[in-house]
């Protein structure tokens, strides 16, 4: 797949915009300002930062091109900073291991462009090729593995993909005396587009976590998971299932809106470690977050 364009800048890439095949403004100018007329296109086309899928410059008089892709830079609207570092556990040659906070995304998206992983460790680290290989919910912490090298990407991206990583999470939920462990749940985990939660039945399953007790204090306890499986929010899914929800969770078993710039009390859900043979160097890779979950 060609890469975009334009080169990263400040952290971001490039946004784009499909100039559609029923296009009927005679020019790539004309198209942008009667499609987006909130944008400044020609401060854009003086700057030269306006170009075509080839990287050549648009010009006031270029033709548009139906079907084709018109390059450019944003400006992001401005975001609450979250006011929690990310520390990177290892770093060497094309790859990047960090320890990510609660409430930092992992990838720039909607409202959350500049406060995510990507964009803070590209700006903080020069790494402009930096992209993670696996997602961690904004409200998840813990390990995250990154590549800086687009040749390093794939292989490490197949492993996840393949089922390779022996992945192990720990969370703060609540206690049931009657519930024994460990347990292996399985459930059907169902995510409909557009909508901010997902759903769980007892249908044919395609998802699984094995559940262990770690450690009880009064009506709350500790859990390793590990899950097989890596539907969306399956660890949230499965603890509320057993009647014991993760502490902070605003999503399971109800939803509850969380005011923006809250921070006070993050989901108790980490990605303690990741295990995997090196798809690259064939070495044995163990690594583990340095996070503590509260109580």
């Known amino acids: 797949m060609r890469g975009a364009p334009l080169p990263v800048r400040d952290g971001l890439g490039p946004d784009r915009i499909r100039m559609p095949a029923d296009v009927t403004a005679g020019t790539i100018v004309e198209f942008l300002q009667a499609a987006h007329p909130e944008e400044?296109?020609?401060?854009?086309?003086?700057?030269?930062?306006?170009?075509?899928?080839?990287?050549?410059?648009?010009?006031?008089?270029?033709?548009?091109?139906?079907?084709?892709?018109?390059?450019?830079?944003?400006?992001?609207?401005?975001?609450?900073?979250?006011?929690?570092?990310?520390?990177v556990l290892h770093r060497e040659a094309g790859l990047v291991v960090v320890d990510k906070p609660h409430f930092l995304a992992t990838i720039p998206r909607g409202a959350h462009i500049r406060e995510s992983v990507v964009v803070?460790?590209?700006?903080?680290?020069?790494?402009?090729?930096?992209?993670?290989?696996?997602?961690?919910?904004?409200?998840?912490?813990?390990?995250?593995?990154?590549?800086?090298?687009?040749?390093?990407?794939?292989?490490?991206?197949?492993?996840?993909?393949?089922?390779?990583?022996?992945?192990?999470?720990?969370?703060?939920?609540?206690?049931?005396?009657?519930?024994?462990?460990?347990?292996?749940?399985?459930?059907?985990?169902?995510?409909?587009h557009g909508e901010l939660t997902a759903v769980q039945s007892f249908d044919e399953p395609n998802s699984e976590t094995r559940v262990e007790l770690l450690e009880r204090r009064g009506e709350r306890a500790r859990y390793r998971l590990c899950p097989r499986t890596g539907r969306t929010h399956q660890l949230r899914l499965h603890l509320a299932g057993l009647g014991v929800p993760i502490v902070g969770d605003n999503f399971y078993p109800q939803f509850r809106p969380r005011r923006a710039g809250d921070f006070t009390d993050p989901l108790r859900l980490l990605a303690r470690s990741l295990e995997f043979t090196d798809p690259i160097s064939g070495v044995a890779r163990r690594f583990v977050s340095e996070r503590v979950l509260e109580f």
């Open 40 to 87: 400044d296109w020609l401060a854009r086309l003086a700057a030269g930062e306006l170009v075509d899928e080839h990287g050549r410059r648009v010009e006031p008089h270029t033709r548009c091109q139906p079907t084709r892709f018109v390059y450019f830079y944003r400006e992001p609207a401005p975001e609450v900073p979250v006011p929690f570092a990310v520390r």
């Open 120 to 192: 803070r460790l590209r700006r903080e680290l020069e790494l402009p090729e930096l992209v993670p290989v696996h997602r961690l919910d904004r409200m998840t912490a813990g390990v995250l593995l990154c590549t800086t090298d687009p040749a390093w990407r794939r292989p490490y991206q197949e492993l996840f993909e393949r089922q390779q990583v022996r992945k192990v999470y720990e969370a703060v939920a609540g206690y049931r005396p009657e519930l024994e462990f460990p347990q292996v749940v399985r459930s059907r985990i169902v995510k409909r």
